[in-house]
Structures are given as structure tokens and as C-alpha cells.
């Protein structure tokens, strides 16, 4: 084992240690921000606690043009977890650990690379990123602190990906007349039979994009993640409420699709709340977006990255790129692995996102 490798598996151990799960978001601004700001000796660190258990740590050498950004929360664990997702195990091959994936890996070959590179260089870690109630990149982004690119450090498997889908989470309510099951007008007055007449159309609708292409991706992602309502079998249901979400190409534009979602078909809901929203990558129209995927391509190439294909996952690297940055994802680990029981990286992806982050930071040396 390298010592590169040696060092890195040294921070992931102690940052897998913290709880950080999100929910329930309880996070404060020691622990885990302690640990890093001890580990990054020679930066300027400025710790904020935006409430409700967000909390970022802004670390700053010389004066960078590049800034990194990392999410330090995990999803929960689930009961499939065959030991303590909170204590690191390591094989010949691997690193099994909440967030060793998602993304404390990358975090912890920052802190290695830090150690053994000179050069200038940001990093901005948050805690807030895997729920709907994000807080820390929009009061960083509030501060307009100029870099001339981003790397968000989400599963690539050390590539390059220039752009992935944007997201849109939705609820929605329906509203039925209660009444006797037996009566002929349970499927016009069921809430329920409306949402379900709503699903068959919003199902057709996805289907008629499938044609839809953009930098390797395909179509539209849509899921229905819950439906609830209803009383009992023999009530017609007064209520029916609807969650529902969808991926679009950087190519689709979501207002246009939330209107089709929402009052384009027969079955119309009563109310209908966007619930989150995050643009694709690259963020803007067609051409701007464009123009943004090329940029992001000609700093890949300068600091040697490998660029890899779109991907469908979304990153907050969008985010950056609609407030005018240019930005790319990169970090170690395969998305199939996040958010999953047993969750692991590869070694080998420690060692090769260590050493990228290590030619980046040393092609910024004065």
C-alpha cells in the first residue's frame, strides 16, 4: 500500500466515525469541522452554522482559482447493514463505510492531497446536501468569490463528467367527494381514481419523450415515489396526495414540464407545490450551456482528467454552474455504491482521486 493510499484511509477512518446522517441533519459546527480544520494546516478556515444542522467550513490557501466542493452528510443507514456502518473496514480491494462513497472518500483525498501538494486552492465542505433543504451553497454563492472553475467531488470513478440531468421534486393533492362505494360515481368522485387517471397520463407523456437526446443521455426519469389517501374499500376517497419526481435532460427546460405535469392532462390536481428544483449541468439555454460544456472541457484537459460521459445523478455542481461558474464532477467511487447498504469504494479509486487532486493542486503553484 502507498503512503498516499496509507494517509487517505487514515482520514476516511476518522470522518466515517462522525454521525453526519441527513436526516435527521444533526450536526453541529465541532466534530467533524474540528477534525478538518486540524487536518489543514496553513489554511484559512471560516466555519457557519446556516441552522438546522447545515453547517460549512470554507478553507482557504493563497489566493485559488480553483475552489472544491464537498458534502460531509450521508444518507441514513438501513438494517442491511452487516456491521457498523460508522467503523471502517478495509479489504485488499475496498473500503466498506457510510459515505466512503458518497463522498467522505473524496474528502478525505483532499485532505492527503492538501498535505503532499502545494498550490492555492478552496474548499467548501457542507452538510446539507442529501435533503430537500439545502442552505450552504446558496449563502456561499451569495458571496459571488471569483474561481475560475469548481470541482464537485460526487462518484465519477476519478472521470471528468461535464454534464448530468436536473431535478424536480413535486407534491401534489387531489380532491374527491367521500360517499358509498357501491354508487356508480366513485370514478369521477374518487380523489384516488383521479390520481391514478393522473399517473397513466404523466406515464404516456415520459413515454413520448423517449426520443429525447443530449451528450449521451436519453429521455426524461420520472418516478412516482408515494401516493396515500383514501379511507377504507368501500369509501369513495375524499383526498389523495401525490409525490412524484423527475430527471430532464440539460436540453429540457422544467417550467415547460411542470405546466404539462400539472395542467396538462384530464386528471388535474387540486394543488400542485414544487417541493425542490436543481438545474442540469451545465445550467442556461442551449447555447450558453454549450458554451459552459466547453469551458468546463478545456479545464479537465489542462489539469489532465480524464472526461467521462454524462450521467444521470444530480450534483450540485449545477448550482454552481447557473450562477456562472465553470464546473465539472470528479471524485472517486461508482454512484451504483451510494446510498446503499455495505456502501464501499475501491482502493484503487482512493489512490487515483488522491493523485488527481494532487496534479490539480500543483498545476495552481505560484
Known sequence: MSDLLASTLQHLHALVAFDTRNPPRDIGTGGIFDYLHANLPGFDCTVTDHGAGAVSLFAVRGKPKVLFNVHLDTVPDSPHWTASPFELRVSDTHAIGLGACDIKGAAAALLTAAAHADGDVAFLFTTDEEANDARCIAAFLAQKKPFDAVVVAEPTRGEAVL???????????????????????????????????????????????????????????????????????????????VRFGFRPLPSMDIDTLLATFRGGFEAQPAEFQETFRGPPLPAGDIAGAEARRLKARDFADEVGLTIGNAVDFWTEASLFSQAGYTAIVCGSGDIAQAHTADEFVELAQLQQITQSYMHILKSQAR
Open 163 to 241: 454534464a448530468h440531468r436536473g431535478i424536480s421534486s413535486v407534491l401534489m393533492n387531489f380532491k374527491g367527494r367521500a360517499g358509498h362505494a357501491s354508487g356508480g360515481n366513485a370514478a369521477t368522485d374518487s380523489a384516488l381514481h383521479q390520481a391514478i387517471r393522473w399517473g397513466q397520463h404523466a406515464l404516456d407523456y415520459v413515454e413520448s419523450q423517449s426520443h429525447q437526446r443530449f451528450g449521451g443521455l436519453t429521455g426524461l426519469r420520472f418516478n412516482i415515489g408515494r401516493v396515500e389517501g383514501g379511507i377504507k374499500a368501500n369509501m369513495i376517497a375524499p383526498s389523495a396526495e
